[in-house]
C-alpha cells in the first residue's frame, strides 16, 4: 500500500472514531472552552456607583482581562491586573477550567473583571461559597470602573448561578439569559447589589429557589426583563431594597412575584417606573404549605406610570404593605385569589389571604379600567383585613371606586361594608395634600 493510501485510510479511520464517539472536535472540553463564541453585542455600560461595596475578603485576588495585552489563563497566576512580565498578569477570561472553577467552592476570593463582554459555552459561571464570615465572602465585581458584561447569547439558561454561603456579585451588566440572568439557589448570606440586569430571552431575570435564605438584593437596576425582575419561590428572608426596576420587554412584566412558600420578605425603597407592580403569593407547582406566601413587606416604594395594579395578594398569610406612594398607575391593592387567578399548588388547595395590613399609602391619578379604582376585594380574602391612613386622591367631580365581591362602592359604604379603612381620607387630586409628593 502506497503512503498517500495509509495516511488516507488512517485519516478516515480516525473521522469515523470521532464521529461514533460523539466528540469530533469538542472532546475534552472544559464547560467554557478557547472557541468560546462571541456574542453578538459587544458593547458595554459603566458600572453604577456602589454605596457600601465589599471589602475585606481574607483570600487572593485574582483578575480577569480580556482586552489585556498579555492575558493569558495558563501563562499568567491571575494576581496582577495588567502584565508586569514573568508570569505576573491577568488570567484572560473563564474558558479554561482553571478560571471557570476560581468561585466555585471557595471561602475569601475575590475576582475582579476588567472591560470587556465575557460568555461561556455550555453553563453559566458558578459562585459557590463556603464561608462562615464577611471575610470568607467571595466576590465577583468590576475592577475599578471599567465596564463589564456577562451575556448569555439568549442560549444559556443561567448566566450566573450563586449557592453556598457568603457570595456577593456586585457592579457588573448580566443580559441575554435562556431564561434566568441571575439563579440564588440553596444557601444563604448571598449579595446581589449595583448590578445592571438587562433583557432575558424569556421567564425571570433574577429567580430565586431552594431555599435560598438571608439574601440582600439592593442598588441594582433591572429593565428588559420578560415575566418578572424577580421572582421568588421557596426562599427565606431577603431583603429587596433602594432598586430601579423600569421598563420590561413588554407590558405583561411584572416587577416582584413571591410564592411556593416564599416567607419573611422584605421590599422597601425601591422605584417602580413603567411596569406591573408586585404579586405577594399567586399560582404555582404543588408544594406542602397552606399558604403560597407568609409575612412579605413592602414599604416605602414608589410606584410611577405603571400597568395593573401596584400589588396583588394571593393566599399571603400576614402580608403588609404600607407608605408606599404612587401615581399614574392602573390601581391600587387587589385580593382576589383563586377566583380570578385560578387554582394553586397547596396540598388540598391553598387557604385564602388574611391577616394582611394595608395602611399609610398615598395614590394619584389611577387610569385602570375602571378609572380611579383603589381597591378589588372578594370578602373571603379580607379575613383579618386591617386598613387605614391610606390617601385616596380622585379628579374634582369624579368618585373612587371600592370594589368589594362584584359591587363597586364609594367611600363611606366601602368602610361600612369592610369594616376597616375608616382613618383614611378621599381628597380632590388638584388639593395641596395630593401634591406634597
Given at each position: 500500500?502506497?503512503?498517500?493510501?495509509?495516511?488516507?485510510?488512517?485519516?478516515?479511520?480516525?473521522?469515523?472514531?470521532?464521529?461514533?464517539?460523539?466528540?469530533?472536535?469538542?472532546?475534552?472540553?472544559?464547560?467554557?472552552?478557547?472557541?468560546?463564541?462571541?456574542?453578538?453585542?459587544?458593547?458595554?455600560?459603566?458600572?453604577?456607583?456602589?454605596?457600601?461595596?465589599?471589602?475585606?475578603?481574607?483570600?487572593?485576588?485574582?483578575?480577569?482581562?480580556?482586552?489585556?495585552?498579555?492575558?493569558?489563563?495558563?501563562?499568567?497566576?491571575?494576581?496582577?491586573?495588567?502584565?508586569?512580565?514573568?508570569?505576573?498578569?491577568?488570567?484572560?477570561?473563564?474558558?479554561?477550567?482553571?478560571?471557570?472553577?476560581?468561585?466555585?467552592?471557595?471561602?475569601?476570593?475575590?475576582?475582579?473583571?476588567?472591560?470587556?463582554?465575557?460568555?461561556?459555552?455550555?453553563?453559566?459561571?458558578?459562585?459557590?461559597?463556603?464561608?462562615?464570615?464577611?471575610?470568607?465572602?467571595?466576590?465577583?465585581?468590576?475592577?475599578?470602573?471599567?465596564?463589564?458584561?456577562?451575556?448569555?447569547?439568549?442560549?444559556?439558561?443561567?448566566?450566573?448561578?450563586?449557592?453556598?454561603?457568603?457570595?456577593?456579585?456586585?457592579?457588573?451588566?448580566?443580559?441575554?439569559?435562556?431564561?434566568?440572568?441571575?439563579?440564588?439557589?440553596?444557601?444563604?448570606?448571598?449579595?446581589?447589589?449595583?448590578?445592571?440586569?438587562?433583557?432575558?430571552?424569556?421567564?425571570?431575570?433574577?429567580?430565586?429557589?431552594?431555599?435560598?435564605?438571608?439574601?440582600?438584593?439592593?442598588?441594582?437596576?433591572?429593565?428588559?426583563?420578560?415575566?418578572?425582575?424577580?421572582?421568588?419561590?421557596?426562599?427565606?428572608?431577603?431583603?429587596?431594597?433602594?432598586?430601579?426596576?423600569?421598563?420590561?420587554?413588554?407590558?405583561?412584566?411584572?416587577?416582584?412575584?413571591?410564592?411556593?412558600?416564599?416567607?419573611?420578605?422584605?421590599?422597601?425603597?425601591?422605584?417602580?417606573?413603567?411596569?406591573?407592580?408586585?404579586?405577594?403569593?399567586?399560582?404555582?407547582?404543588?408544594?406542602?404549605?397552606?399558604?403560597?406566601?407568609?409575612?412579605?413587606?413592602?414599604?416605602?416604594?414608589?410606584?410611577?406610570?405603571?400597568?395593573?395594579?401596584?400589588?396583588?395578594?394571593?393566599?399571603?398569610?400576614?402580608?403588609?404593605?404600607?407608605?408606599?406612594?404612587?401615581?399614574?398607575?392602573?390601581?391600587?391593592?387587589?385580593?382576589?385569589?383563586?377566583?380570578?387567578?385560578?387554582?394553586?399548588?397547596?396540598?388540598?388547595?391553598?387557604?385564602?389571604?388574611?391577616?394582611?395590613?394595608?395602611?399609610?399609602?398615598?395614590?394619584?391619578?389611577?387610569?385602570?379600567?375602571?378609572s380611579n379604582t383603589f381597591w378589588g376585594v372578594y370578602r373571603h380574602e379580607a379575613e383579618g383585613l386591617t386598613a387605614g391612613g391610606n390617601l385616596y386622591c380622585v379628579p374634582p367631580d369624579q368618585d373612587p371606586r371600592f370594589?368589594?365581591?362584584?359591587?363597586?362602592?364609594?367611600?363611606?359604604?366601602?368602610?361600612?361594608?369592610?369594616?376597616?379603612?375608616?382613618?383614611?381620607?378621599?381628597?380632590?387630586?388638584?388639593?395641596?395634600?395630593?401634591?406634597?409628593?
Amino acid at each position: 500500500m502506497s503512503s498517500r493510501r495509509r495516511v488516507t485510510l488512517a485519516l478516515a479511520i480516525l473521522v469515523m472514531f470521532a464521529l461514533s464517539s460523539g466528540c469530533f472536535g469538542s472532546c475534552g472540553k472544559n464547560p467554557s472552552s478557547p472557541d468560546s463564541p462571541t456574542p453578538s453585542d459587544t458593547s458595554t455600560l459603566p458600572p453604577l456607583a456602589c454605596a457600601v461595596p465589599t471589602t475585606g475578603q481574607s483570600g487572593p485576588t485574582y483578575y480577569v482581562a480580556i482586552n489585556e495585552p498579555g492575558a493569558d489563563n495558563s501563562r499568567c497566576d491571575g494576581l496582577s491586573p495588567t502584565d508586569r512580565g514573568n508570569g505576573h498578569c491577568p488570567f484572560k477570561d473563564f474558558s479554561s477550567a482553571r478560571t471557570f472553577a476560581l468561585l466555585r467552592n471557595v471561602s475569601g476570593v475575590r475576582v475582579e473583571v476588567r472591560a470587556g463582554v465575557y460568555t461561556f459555552v455550555d453553563e453559566g459561571l458558578t459562585i459557590q461559597g463556603t464561608g462562615t464570615s464577611e471575610a470568607g465572602r467571595i466576590v465577583l465585581t468590576a475592577y475599578q470602573n471599567e465596564g463589564v458584561v456577562f451575556d448569555g447569547r439568549n442560549a444559556l439558561r443561567e448566566v450566573i448561578r450563586m449557592s453556598g454561603r457568603f457570595t456577593a456579585l456586585e457592579r457588573v451588566t448580566i443580559r441575554n439569559a435562556a431564561a434566568y440572568n441571575v439563579q440564588v439557589g440553596t444557601g444563604s448570606d448571598q449579595l446581589i447589589q449595583c448590578n445592571r440586569f438587562l433583557a432575558n430571552l424569556a421567564s425571570d431575570s433574577l429567580k430565586g429557589v431552594d431555599g435560598a435564605s438571608q439574601t440582600i438584593i439592593r442598588d441594582n437596576d433591572f429593565s428588559g426583563w420578560d415575566s418578572q425582575a424577580i421572582d421568588m419561590t421557596n426562599v427565606r428572608s431577603w431583603t429587596i431594597a433602594n432598586n430601579d426596576f423600569h421598563d420590561p420587554k413588554n407590558s405583561t412584566g411584572n416587577a416582584i412575584g413571591a410564592k411556593f412558600g416564599s416567607r419573611d420578605v422584605r421590599i422597601t425603597g425601591n422605584r417602580f417606573r413603567n411596569t406591573r407592580g408586585l404579586s405577594f403569593g399567586g399560582t404555582s407547582t404543588a408544594h406542602s404549605d397552606d399558604f403560597e406566601a407568609y409575612n412579605l413587606v413592602a414599604e416605602r416604594n414608589v410606584f410611577d406610570t405603571g400597568t395593573g395594579a401596584i400589588v396583588r395578594f394571593y393566599s399571603c398569610s400576614n402580608c403588609t404593605f404600607q407608605n408606599n406612594d404612587a401615581k399614574a398607575v392602573g390601581g391600587g391593592f387587589v385580593l382576589f385569589g383563586e377566583q380570578t387567578d385560578g387554582p394553586s399548588g397547596c396540598a388540598g388547595g391553598c387557604r385564602p389571604t388574611q391577616g394582611t395590613t394595608i395602611t399609610g399609602n398615598r395614590l394619584t391619578d389611577l387610569r385602570g379600567t375602571p378609572s380611579n379604582t383603589f381597591w378589588g376585594v372578594y370578602r373571603h380574602e379580607a379575613e383579618g383585613l386591617t386598613a387605614g391612613g391610606n390617601l385616596y386622591c380622585v379628579p374634582p367631580d369624579q368618585d373612587p371606586r371600592f370594589r368589594l365581591d362584584d359591587q363597586d362602592l364609594v367611600f363611606t359604604p366601602w368602610t361600612n361594608a369592610i369594616g376597616t379603612d375608616g382613618t383614611s381620607i378621599v381628597a380632590r387630586s388638584d388639593s395641596s395634600v395630593c401634591n406634597a409628593w
